[in-house]
């Protein structure tokens, strides 16, 4: 993967969430090649109306280019209800649709989505940056990061940038603006997609930026420095 990342490009791609469409439409502008490395911060799947499309789409993503799928707090609750059956918890926040979207059923579920989901990482680092799904628990080493930091605890404004100095790259957090987050050495895309806002990507070595909507609506040719 070394090389990939050398070659190409490192791009990251905030919360999907069920938004099919969306995800198709910045895929079909970003056009992901070989040599690029897509990096999915989590929550690909709950909320928006069709996880099942989303997941479709990122396994034939992995025929491009190589993909990297950082678990979120829904995939890991999509998995426990594939193992344990569905939890109400899960359901309230978004697992309904995503039940919906396999035919009301989650033995619908293909073998090729579960593994998909399993071959989830707690985070992706490079020599320049850190892409977890939602925050790291500061002056903890990243291979001792509990799973609560990594895919439940949102940001507070109060983080520091990385002892490290590497940019710090995640998801989880809303951003109801619909932009991105920018600050001491953090950036959130988590732009609310499945409520409204934008999916977002970020090519991580140029901060050029494409974000769309479920709506069609695209947005790009902007860096972040441009967009926020």
């Not at 020599?127 to 949102?154: F, G, K, T, Y």
């Not at 953090?186 to 806002?197: S, V």
Request: charged share 20%.
């Amino acid at each position: 993967m070394g090389k990939a990342i050398e070659d190409g490009r490192l791009l990251a791609i905030g919360d999907v969430h069920g938004c099919a469409r969306a995800l198709h439409t910045l895929l079909e502008d970003v056009d992901p090649r070989s040599g690029d490395v897509v990096v999915f911060l989590g929550d690909l799947v709950d909320r928006g109306p069709d996880s099942r499309a989303v997941l479709d789409q990122v396994q034939a993503l992995r025929e491009v280019c190589t993909v990297v799928l950082v678990l979120g707090n829904h995939e890991e609750m999509m998995l426990t209800g594939l193992r344990e059956g569905p939890q109400p918890e899960w359901l309230v926040w978004g697992g309904r649709e995503t039940v919906s979207s396999y035919g009301g059923d989650l033995g619908g579920v293909p073998a090729s989505h579960r593994q998909l989901l399993e071959s989830g990482v707690d985070f992706f680092e490079t020599p320049s940056v850190i892409c977890v799904h939602a925050n790291l628990e500061p002056s903890v080493a990243l291979v001792d990061q509990q799973p609560e930091w990594l895919r439940w605890m949102h940001l507070t404004g109060d983080e520091r940038p990385h002892h490290s100095n590497r940019r710090i790259v995640c998801g989880h957090t809303p951003q109801r603006h619909g932009l991105p987050l920018l600050r001491s050495g953090w950036l959130c895309i988590d732009t609310m997609c499945w409520a409204g806002g934008f999916l977002t990507c970020v090519d991580l070595k140029s901060d050029e930026v494409w974000q769309t909507q479920e709506s069609g609506v695209v947005r790009s040719g902007l860096t972040l420095s441009e967009l926020v």
